[in-house]
């Protein structure tokens, strides 16, 4: 008898050796870091003043259901330095209050596939950020919705990991340009320019 419950016992640790490293093996955590380049566009003759939140400066996307690893992705960090990269080069600045304006960006959606969800040697990032543009009185002058995808094929990463960091990073240089060669060409953004242009004629 007493061999029997050795022996069951003994069974019961493999078990819960070999449950623990599944686990471990099917959860990734990890934090995005990636520099982003000085957007290339003429400056818009405003000036610009970024609002970070809190939610948004420690933003870290959680899966944990039952059908797919868990996986944890911080790009708390990354985010505010794309946003701040942009913002700092995209406006030539002003000294008038009247030209100054406020972008509050917030993350509204993550979505990622795996090679075995899309059945294909890739993982894909979609995010999907919305920028609120206010005057520097608090009109609200735009609530703009920007997707940025990125791509990445396995055969040129070496873990999980890397592939999904490298398709947020992707990802979010996608955002980043759409963002710096659009923010002006928005339309409630232009139009807003323009009667500034109009006002000091």
């Not at 259901?65 to 790009?75: H, M, P």
Request: aromatic fraction near 8%.
């Amino acid at each position: 008898m007493m061999q029997a419950f050795r022996s069951i016992r003994l069974l019961q640790v493999a078990i819960a050796v070999v449950m623990a490293g599944v686990l471990t093996a099917c959860s990734s955590s990890f934090v995005v870091e990636a520099d982003f380049p000085r957007p290339l566009v003429e400056p818009l003759p405003v000036s610009g003043e970024l609002v970070i939140t809190e939610e948004f400066s420690n933003y870290v996307f959680v899966e944990d259901t039952a059908t797919r690893d868990d996986l944890e992705v911080d790009i708390s960090s990354a985010q505010v330095e794309l946003f701040q990269t942009i913002t700092d080069h995209i406006f030539s600045g002003s000294e008038t209050p009247e030209d100054q304006l406020v972008i509050i960006p917030a993350l509204v959606d993550f979505q990622y596939a795996i090679p075995r969800e899309t059945r294909a040697e890739v993982y894909e990032i979609w995010l999907k950020y919305r920028v609120q543009v206010m005057s520097n009185d608090g009109e609200a002058i735009a609530d703009w919705l920007i997707t940025g995808y990125g791509k990445t094929p396995t055969a040129f990463m070496k873990t999980r990991q890397e592939s999904i960091e490298l398709a947020t990073t992707i990802a979010l240089r996608d955002v980043g340009s759409q963002l710096s060669i659009g923010f002006g060409r928005q339309p409630d953004i232009k139009a807003w320019l323009d009667s500034r242009k109009e006002e000091q004629i």
